[in-house]
T-cell receptor
Framework: GAGVSQSPSNKVTEKGKDVELRCDPI?????LYWYRQSLGQGLEFLIY????????KSGLPSDRFSAERTGGSVSTLTIQRTQQEDSAVYLC?????????????FGPGTRLTVT | QKEVEQDPGPLSVPEGAIVSLNCTYS??????FMWYRQYSRKGPELLMY????GNKEDGRFTAQVDKSSKYISLFIRDSQPSDSATYLC????????????FGTGTSLTVIP
């Protein structure tokens, strides 16, 4: 079946503009994760959804970052007033299980460049 | 101190060699240990996971966890050029929620 898809695959934006990144998880997967991967850095956890709820938003780097998930499926990560330090690959992952979610399936990522 | 430390490499080996990839960690509460493989411009894919201590084998891959030393390893036998990728370790105490900590990844190249 189809894997996790993300769009756009690449996004170049000017500093100060808002961007919206989209994630389509695998059908039936209840858990959804957003991570950020910068050069030379490990994956940085941003936010986790179980269904439409985000129990913990503490990983979001600042209040310019927000995320939502509707219908237990598609999720959108929004970055307002982008800064150059936001440049990174944003990865989405989904997991079927409700309780133990280590088996995560990742999308190809959105490569964000802020100029 | 980072939760998870991983030597970034790069590591270059000839085809057929045995490869050893390692991570250390500081949180003794970690119980779930994962290894991901990431090809260039792709998302990571889960290779293996281990719960608690011990070894786990899957084909040419063996994962080892030594909780007393807070050290995990991934061994690749008979390495192939197709194994060339970045390998990320990841750990979690609860196996769910926000508690996943990733290493920075080790870049591996297998030379034909």
């Amino acid at each position: 079946g189809a894997g996790v898809s993300q769009s756009p695959s690449n996004k170049v934006t000017e500093k100060g503009k808002d961007v919206e990144l989209r994630c389509d998880p695998i059908s039936g997967h209840t858990a959804l994760y957003w991570y950020r991967q910068s050069l030379g850095q490990g994956l940085e956890f941003l936010i986790y959804f179980q269904g439409n709820s985000a129990p913990d938003k503490s990983g979001l780097p600042s209040d310019r970052f927000s995320a939502e998930r509707t219908g237990g499926s598609v999720s959108t990560l929004t970055i307002q007033r982008t800064q150059q330090e936001d440049s990174a690959v944003y990865l989405c992952a989904s997991s079927f299980y409700r309780t133990i979610t280590y088996e995560q399936y990742f999308g190809p990522g959105t490569r964000l460049t802020v100029t | 101190q980072k939760e998870v430390e991983q030597d970034p490499g790069p590591l270059s080996v000839p085809e057929g060699a045995i490869v050893s990839l390692n991570c250390t960690y500081s949180n003794s509460a970690f119980q779930y240990f994962m290894w991901y493989r990431q090809y260039s411009r792709k998302g990571p894919e889960l290779l293996m996971y281990t719960y608690s201590s011990g070894n786990k084998e899957d084909g040419r891959f063996t994962a080892q966890v030594d909780k007393s030393s807070k050290y995990i390893s991934l061994f690749i036998r008979d390495s192939q050029p197709s194994d060339s990728a970045t390998y990320l370790c990841a750990m979690s105490a609860s196996g769910t929620g926000n508690q996943f900590y990733f290493g920075t990844g080790t870049s591996l190249t297998v030379i034909p």
